[in-house]
């Protein structure tokens, strides 16, 4: 028995962040990719609006969410995570490489001292080709590093979803500069994803309408090969030298330090502390 994947997306246009729920029709099981947890920088609060939309959306098709999965470790929105498997059920899961992020951001924030850097706040870690199932669905993970040390790839039938590796054809692709990124391994990355057959449907995670175009996040393996304004026509060695020049004149996402913290504990916040209220700490001079 065999059946085709469907995907809708909701767009999140304060973060241009793209969340997907993959189904299998067959049996009603899914799974959500990158969440939203929306964030006011200026208050420091929190409203589940976004995650609210996606779980109307399974509420009444009648879906059984099996996962909840992150593609990386995202620094420009929090993920609901915690918030949709508390109201939907699925495992939270990420890649094995979590932890390098984790013992990176736990010096950075000095987190508390029982905070562990094992990835042991997810319900599973994906090693590199790990095929796990969405119903009837088969899905296989690739781990495509670069962007940060502990990105992987979602490949569900003809379809794959590439986290921040890739972005639409005339907006490139990932920065490298945060701590454990790397041109090189994400030039790599993206030519594995670029390996998969010239149809595959590419989702990205994010879009940012470039020169005010309509937002668009889907797009095909062929289309980036031979449009990618980043990648085409340029070598490794080009690539990685291009890269390194962009991302030196790139400002921090707006949003990195209280994603960062709050994204390796798998969506959870800091412990609170004695008065019961719950804390964001804002490194100086140090990202």
């Given amino acids: 028995?065999?059946?085709?994947?469907?995907?809708?997306?909701?767009?999140d246009p304060d973060t241009f962040t793209v969340t997907y729920v993959v189904?299998?029709?067959?049996?009603?099981?899914?799974?959500?990719?990158?969440?939203?947890?929306?964030?006011?920088?200026?208050?420091?609060?929190?409203?589940?609006?976004?995650?609210?939309?996606?779980?109307?959306?399974?509420?009444?098709?009648?879906?059984?969410?099996?996962?909840?999965?992150?593609?990386?470790?995202?620094?420009d929105h929090l993920t609901a995570a915690p918030y949709l498997k508390e109201r939907l059920g699925g495992k939270i899961a990420i890649g094995d490489h979590i932890a390098e992020v984790q013992k990176t951001f736990c010096s950075v924030f000095n987190a508390e001292k029982n905070f562990k850097t094992d990835g042991s706040q997810f319900d599973h870690l994906f090693s590199d080709e790990e095929v796990f199932k969405i119903g009837h669905l088969s899905a296989k993970v690739i781990h495509?590093?670069?962007?940060?040390?502990?990105?992987?790839?979602?490949?569900?039938?003809?379809?794959?979803?590439?986290?921040?590796?890739l972005f639409m054809p005339d907006y490139g692709t990932a920065r490298c500069d945060f701590p454990g990124g790397d041109a090189g391994m994400l030039f790599d990355s993206m030519m594995r994803i670029l390996s998969l057959p010239n149809d595959t449907i590419l989702y990205m995670c994010h879009d940012y309408g470039p020169d005010g175009r309509e937002f668009k996040w889907i797009s095909t393996v062929k289309e980036q090969k031979e449009q990618n304004i980043h990648l085409t026509g340029k070598?490794?060695?080009?690539?990685?030298?291009?890269?390194?020049?962009?991302?030196?004149?790139?400002?921090?996402?707006?949003?990195?330090?209280?994603?960062?913290?709050?994204?390796?504990?798998?969506?959870?916040?800091?412990?609170?502390?004695?008065?019961?209220?719950?804390?964001?700490?804002?490194?100086?001079?140090?990202?």
């Avoid at 028995?1 to 767009?11: E, H, L, R, W």
């Avoid at 939309?53 to 996962?67: A, D, G, R």
């Avoid at 960062?260 to 609170?272: D, I």
């Fill in 23 to 75: 189904c299998d029709p067959l049996t009603g099981s899914c799974a959500i990719i990158d969440s939203v947890l929306d964030y006011d920088a200026s208050s420091g609060r929190t409203s589940s609006k976004s995650a609210d939309k996606v779980i109307s959306f399974i509420q009444e098709n009648t879906l059984i969410c099996e996962w909840i999965l992150e593609t990386h470790v995202h620094a």
């Fill in 144 to 165: 495509t590093p670069g962007h940060t040390p502990a990105c992987i790839s979602y490949i569900i039938d003809s379809n794959c979803f590439v986290g921040d590796t």
């Fill in 235 to 287: 070598s490794r060695d080009e690539y990685i030298e291009a890269r390194t020049k962009r991302d030196k004149e790139l400002k921090m996402p707006k949003l990195i330090l209280p994603s960062v913290q709050v994204n390796m504990r798998s969506g959870n916040f800091p412990p609170a502390e004695e008065n019961g209220i719950t804390y964001l700490k804002i490194p100086i001079n140090r990202i």
């Fill in 1 to 11: 028995m065999s059946s085709s994947a469907i995907v809708k997306s909701f767009f």
